[in-house]
T-cell receptor, first 114, second 111 residues
């Protein structure tokens, strides 16, 4: 089975641009998560979907961050407009719905905002 | 709410010596499971250990951890650190399918 895939792996944007990151979860997984990873803050939850429904939307990230789940096998994270402080690695993860199931992470997208 | 604390940001240990990474948590709700994730350089985080049973030792790849609900802890240990263990380690608890991560501990194993 394919794991979680994310594209692009690297993105460089100018301040004020709109960028869209993409994620494909593990086939059959109902839960999908977006995280931001920085050295200072570690892993921060941005969004959580269950069966395409938004379950949690990280409060601090609502203004310029919008995650969508277009179908059960594809999700996007839009950042609009980008700011230099958004430079980070953005990770997507998926898991089965119930129980003590682990989350499987994708390789991440490293975003640099100039 | 739930929170996870990893007190050490950086841990350096000599190869062959034991290592312990601390993890404590605070929760007011029933928590399903506890995890240790490991992230090697330029790779995605992956599960190293998981547990949902109080006072039961769980082991994988030479690492072990025991969930102690009485002390709200889930420390990670290894009796003999290897150079290949150098990585970033996250402790996490799972509540209603959401993972709450600690701030992470960077482990460096030196020759």
């Amino acid at each position: 089975d394919a794991g979680v895939t994310q594209t692009p792996r690297h993105e460089v944007a100018e301040k004020g641009q709109t960028i869209i990151l993409k994620c494909e979860p593990v086939s059959g997984h109902n839960d999908l998560f977006w995280y931001r990873q920085t050295k200072i803050q570690g892993l921060e939850l941005l969004s959580y979907f269950r069966s395409k429904s938004l379950m949690e939307d990280g409060g601090a990230f609502k203004d310029r961050f919008k995650a969508e789940m277009l179908n059960s096998s594809f999700s996007t994270l839009k950042i609009q407009p980008t700011e230099p402080k958004d430079s980070a690695v953005y990770l997507c993860a998926s898991s089965l719905e119930l129980g003590a199931y682990e989350q499987y992470f994708g390789p991440g997208t490293r975003l640099t905002v100039l | 709410g739930d929170s996870v604390t990893q007190t050490e940001g950086l841990v350096t240990v000599t190869e062959g010596l034991p290592v312990k990474l601390n993890c404590t948590y605070q929760t007011t709700y029933l928590t399903i499971a506890f995890f240790w994730y490991v992230q090697y350089l330029n790779e995605a985080p992956q599960v190293l250990l998981k547990s949902s049973t109080d006072n039961k030792r769980t082991e994988h790849q030479g690492f072990h951890a025991t969930l102690h609900k009485s002390s709200s802890s889930f420390h990670l240990q290894k009796s003999s650190a290897q150079l290949s263990d150098s990585a970033l380690y996250y402790c996490a608890l799972r509540y209603y399918n959401v993972l709450y991560f600690g701030s992470g501990t960077k482990l460096t194993v030196e020759p």
